[in-house]
């Protein structure tokens, strides 16, 4: 019955790896979306795709690499990892009818030692 | 640019009225959404406004006045677990992208 899932959890790694953090949703929606959450819990808005085609690209460092396979998944890859990388990243999906309000994924906590 | 203000921090007591005030300047407006997150848990979508005005909701409603670049958020008959961060957001021109506020964390005490 999830909505919108995110894998894993929780990712503990260390500076300068490469990780991935995968997002799935069964509502049917057309639109997904990447969102990071400081430490000062500000939510920002890095990535959107509409029917697997890149919509909303933020200035976001270019380690950062969204990809949707179909329109259920987005998936988020993220190279060379810096401490500043650490952070909750919500994925969020929202449907083609108004007001086209987003529902958010548990969110992924990112620590980089 | 893009700029939402919201108080950081407001208390109030299980029962009571609050308002939670939100300001707003952005590049584009078609839409303000307002989001609860509890702590560790992801933001959940509590209600929208495009038009002035007033909806209500149950124990919440949202207020908007475009002209003033103002909403509020009101909680009526609080209850403890509205313990929550509130979060104001503007959704601006394109697609469907969301400018968030800081959020405003209220503590509801008995």
């Known amino acids: 019955d999830t909505a919108v899932s995110q894998t894993p959890k929780y990712l503990v790694t260390q500076m300068g790896n490469d990780k991935s953090i995968k997002c799935e949703q069964n509502?049917?929606?057309?639109?997904m979306y990447w969102y990071k959450q400081d430490s000062k819990k500000f939510l920002k808005i890095m990535f959107s795709?509409?029917?697997?085609?890149?919509?909303i690209n933020e200035t976001v460092p270019n380690r950062f690499s969204p990809k949707s396979p179909d329109k259920a998944h987005l998936n988020l890859h993220i190279n060379s990892l810096e401490l500043g990388d650490s952070a909750v990243y919500f994925c969020?999906?929202?449907?083609?009818?108004?007001?086209?309000?987003?529902?958010f994924g548990p969110g992924t906590r990112l620590t980089v030692t | 640019g893009q700029n939402i203000d919201q108080p950081t921090e407001m208390t109030a007591t299980e029962g009571a009225i609050v308002q939670i005030n939100c300001t707003y300047q952005?590049?584009?407006?078609?839409?303000l959404f307002w989001y609860q997150q509890h702590a560790g848990e992801a933001p959940t979508f509590l209600s929208y406004?495009?038009?002035?005005g007033l909806e209500e909701k149950g124990r919440f409603s949202s207020f908007l006045s475009r002209s003033k670049g103002y909403s509020y958020l009101l909680l009526k008959e609080l209850q403890m677990k509205d313990s929550a961060s509130y979060l104001c957001?503007?959704?601006?021109?394109?697609?469907?992208?969301?400018?968030f506020g800081a959020g405003t964390i209220l503590r509801v005490k008995s």
């Open positions: 509502l049917g929606h057309d639109t």
């Open positions: 406004n495009v038009l002035d």
């Open positions: 969020a999906s929202s449907g083609d009818r108004g007001p086209y309000e987003q529902y």
């Open positions: 952005t590049s584009g407006f078609n839409g």
């Open positions: 795709y509409n029917n697997k085609e890149l919509i």
């Open positions: 957001a503007v959704r601006v021109e394109y697609g469907n992208k969301l400018v």
